[in-house]
């Protein structure tokens, strides 16, 4: 029997509706303004579908999981936890431990990118987790595309397969300020199911992504010449690389590499910089990150237009990505803050997915292209 | 104006044309994959019958086809070759555009043209049973069919992801009475070897062709079939161009550009050589000859000419030709036939010397041209052949463009009856557009010592 841990963050997306950015601190602003909670709403819509199914629910009493559960019609669940009133990160965390230690085989968590944040921080990748998506914010990769949508990956849990997604921490304060200030937090475990299109069901496609990620790291670990700086921007897919030759880096950010060491760790803008003013040639590997795809421009900032353009412009970078997230992604974003050098990037850019395999995707413009009249 | 330009069963080719004869320089031997050595006969014995290692190393121009084996190529030979003029006229071409249809044959593909001499020639040397791989099942059930017309037995090792996406294919070889096995598979030494290292390996024709080797090599009644790649192979497909050449003489036409898909080389071998024969002896020097291939798994027009093996376990002779690799597995795209790291030695000779060109392409555009031959000329063809169609397209499209009116003649290898599940991804716009990251590999190889 398949046991799901249910966790409602109850605040979620009350401020996106008030026009605030963001929920994080602002709770009393978004009552003020009239805000109503939705969280329960959406969580129950997805659970709707999944009632007399056999499926066992845990889940904290009241508004963060329980309220979602009756509404929906479930019955015979079991509560795991007693939050106070007002409700926060450390109640999260008390569930997630708690799920994990009564076997939950999923952790469903309806809320935003910042619900998503405090449930990686409990659970890690211990347990895979999915996101009904609730909150004002949900750049994460993480999130089902719908209430309805999470139901439906959960009837078919037991044919999907895993696959990392990047959660993101987007900084509320820049956000408010029109500002767009983002860093990868971490990568999750996210049951996917592909595309059930007869035929385009290609085994290799569906192949499970800690295989991809080590085909490719084979392969750029083969392609690497002497000499060369190798600027590593951030996620698992590139952690990868750093392993298979040996090294750790930071999952997180952006490492130098040369002749198979470590020259920096967790590098900014400045340090990549003054490295690249010594290197003979120089590549630059990023991994799409978040649910949209950003080559550049999210989760990796370091490598600014200033650092592309030292290391010789966008010919220089190669991309890497494993078949499951190239397939949630129909088309790769780059929005470095330099424009020109975004155009520069041109039409389609091919993407290492495999050994010796690439993936030619389509590079969508971040800017709408207004024709004058 | 004629659409179909038939030849009668009396005028089917008597003899195939061995391309060896015209080459400027003979090809570089095969070596041993044990000693490194020059393959002699007696190394093949155990897996080839002794007619065929004769025809992979003659040098006479000309091969006298057996009787009994004319005889059943008369099933469906001489294949027709048609002008397709309602896919001129969607182009708005000037150019005339002709195609050799192989889809006639009762598997469906080129591929009998060599699986029944081969079949012949195995029982002739008192064979009776042959192992072979096959890609996307055109060679297995063709090799099914001749097997089964000889009485032999017959045992397939498909690739596992052609296995997944075309089960009508081991339906087929069933139905001759064939066995049909995915690979790698458990039953060989180097099947299992790749699934300890990679149980999810979505399995290559490198692969498939270890297992069938090894299979023949360790059983004495049994012995080894290739669908393509070999002199033999392309030999026995010649009886495609030739036919061609009489077709279109008969309505007084000699082709500009001719035009093959090429996995292991085979079906491009079949209609170009007996022109490329015409162009390196002089006789007509200005034909223009091109190999397709996927953008996946460019052989020709990306990789190396160098000496490899034609299997992923080494089981094969070390051969010279244009080669991605022999540990490369390509990605499971719809054409599983053009899947395969090296090509034709003689394919590969005539592309180093410049007698022949090579373009690569995506399988989205290539599907894209499918339908539209579809939808002008009502066959529906395999992906494999697609590329040939493509590429006889763009030719096409160049020539609107130029208002060339040159003669295109491409050979249309086989029907699409069997994959739907790939037109379908098509539609539903699952289909991926593979490329083989050339420039990285080439930054790395050029960092390597040149050695001779």
Redesign the interface.
């Known amino acids: 029997m398949t046991t799901i841990g249910l966790i409602v963050n109850p605040i979620a997306g009350m401020g996106g509706a008030v026009g605030l950015a963001g929920t994080d601190g602002q709770v009393a602003e978004a009552i003020r303004r009239g805000a109503v909670p939705r969280a329960s709403f959406r969580a129950a819509e997805a659970l709707r579908p999944l009632a007399g199914r056999g499926i066992r629910f845990l889940a904290p009493a009241g508004p963060m999981g329980a309220d979602a559960l009756d509404a929906a019609g479930v019955i015979g669940y079991d509560v795991i936890s007693l939050p106070g009133e007002t409700t926060s990160a450390a109640d999260t965390g008390e569930a997630c431990r708690a799920f994990i230690d009564a076997g939950a085989d999923l952790v469903l968590f309806c809320g935003g990118d910042g619900t998503a944040r405090d449930v990686l921080d409990a659970v890690d990748r211990s347990v895979p987790v999915l996101g009904i998506p609730a909150g004002v914010k949900m750049y994460s990769a993480a999130f089902a595309v719908s209430p309805v949508a999470a139901a439906a990956v959960i009837t078919g849990l037991d044919s999907a397969r895993l696959r990392d997604a990047d959660i993101l921490d987007i900084d509320e304060e820049a956000y408010r300020e029109g500002r767009f200030a983002v860093r990868l937090y971490g990568t999750a475990r996210v049951p996917y199911i592909p595309g059930r299109v007869q035929g385009a069901k290609a085994v290799y496609e569906e192949a499970d992504d800690e295989r991809a990620k080590r085909d490719i790291a084979r392969f750029i670990a083969e392609v690497m010449v002497p000499d060369t700086l190798y600027v590593i921007g951030a996620g698992s897919t590139t952690a990868a690389i750093l392993s298979e030759i040996g090294l750790s880096g930071t999952l997180l950010g952006v490492d130098l590499v040369r002749n198979k060491e470590i020259v920096a760790r967790g590098a900014d803008e400045r340090t990549i910089l003054s490295h690249l003013d010594g290197a003979a040639a120089a590549r630059i590997i990023t991994s799409p990150i978040g649910a949209q795809g950003f080559i550049l421009g999210r989760g990796n900032q370091q490598i600014s237009p200033a650092v592309v353009r030292r290391a010789g412009g966008p010919g220089r970078i190669v991309v890497v990505g494993t078949p499951a997230k190239l397939a949630g992604t129909p088309a790769l974003y780059v929005d470095s803050g330099d424009p020109a050098l975004d155009l520069e990037f041109g039409d389609s850019v091919a993407v290492v997915s495999g050994y010796r395999i690439a993936q030619r995707k389509r590079v969508a413009s971040t800017v709408p292209i207004t024709t004058p009249r | 104006m004629q659409t179909k330009i038939l030849l009668d069963e009396g005028e089917m080719p008597k003899r195939w044309y061995n391309i060896q004869a015209d080459l400027p320089r003979p090809l570089d031997p095969p070596l041993h994959p044990a000693t490194g050595n020059v393959v002699t006969p007696d190394d093949l014995r155990h897996i080839f019958p002794m007619e065929l290692i004769r025809q992979e190393m003659s040098t006479e121009r000309y091969i006298d086809i057996p009787d009994e084996v004319r005889d059943i190529l008369t099933l469906w030979r001489p294949s027709p070759l048609y002008r397709a003029r309602r896919l001129e006229a969607a182009l708005k071409t000037p150019a005339k555009i002709y195609f050799k249809w192989e889809g006639v044959s009762p598997p469906g593909s080129h591929k009998p043209n060599t699986a029944i001499p081969q079949a012949y020639y195995n029982r002739e040397a008192g064979i009776e049973r042959l192992a072979t791989e096959t890609g996307a099942g055109q060679w297995g059930s063709s090799l099914a069919f001749a097997t089964g017309l000889f009485d032999m037995e017959c045992t397939v090792y498909m690739v596992?992801?052609s296995y997944?996406?075309k089960p009508y294919r081991k339906s087929m070889m069933q139905v001759y009475g064939a066995e049909c096995i995915p690979s790698p598979s458990p039953r060989t030494r180097s099947g299992r070897m790749m699934l300890e290292r990679?149980p999810?390996t979505?399995g290559s024709l490198g692969i498939a062709i270890s297992e069938a080797v090894e299979d023949a090599a360790s059983h004495d009644n049994t012995n080894y079939a290739l669908g393509s790649v070999l002199n033999h192979v392309c030999l026995h497909q010649t009886i495609i161009g030739q036919e061609a050449k009489q077709q279109l003489a008969a309505v007084d036409d000699y082709p500009d550009v001719v035009i093959g898909c090429v996995g292991g080389g085979s079906n491009f071998a079949g209609l170009s050589f007996p022109f490329a024969g015409e162009k390196i002896t002089g006789k007509r020097p200005d034909t223009e000859i091109i190999a397709v291939e996927p953008?996946?798994c460019p052989t020709l027009t990306k990789g190396l000419y160098a000496y490899d093996y034609g299997d992923v376990a080494g089981l094969t002779p070390i051969m010279k030709m244009f080669t991605?690799?022999h540990d490369?597995?390509?990605?499971?795209i719809?054409a599983g036939g053009l899947r395969y790291h090296g090509a034709s030695p003689l394919v590969s000779r005539l592309a180093q010397d410049g007698v022949i060109r090579s373009v690569s392409c995506?399988q989205n555009e290539v599907f894209e041209a499918a339908v539209t031959f579809a939808r002008t000329e009502g066959t529906v063809v395999a992906p494999e052949a697609a590329h040939a169609v493509k590429a006889a397209i763009d030719v096409a499209l160049q020539c609107r463009e130029t208002g060339e009116a040159k003669t295109i003649l491409f050979n249309n290898s086989g029907h699409g009856n069997f994959d739907?599940?790939?037109y379908?991804?098509y539609f539903?716009g699952?289909?991926?557009?593979?490329?083989?990251?050339v420039e990285?590999?080439k930054?790395?190889l050029a960092?390597l010592p040149v050695t001779g």
């Open positions: 596992r992801t997944d996406q990679d999810d979505p953008a996946a991605l690799g490369f597995v390509p990605p499971a719809h995506y739907f599940s790939s379908e991804a539903a699952m289909l991926i557009d593979y490329e083989y990251p990285l590999i930054e790395s960092r």
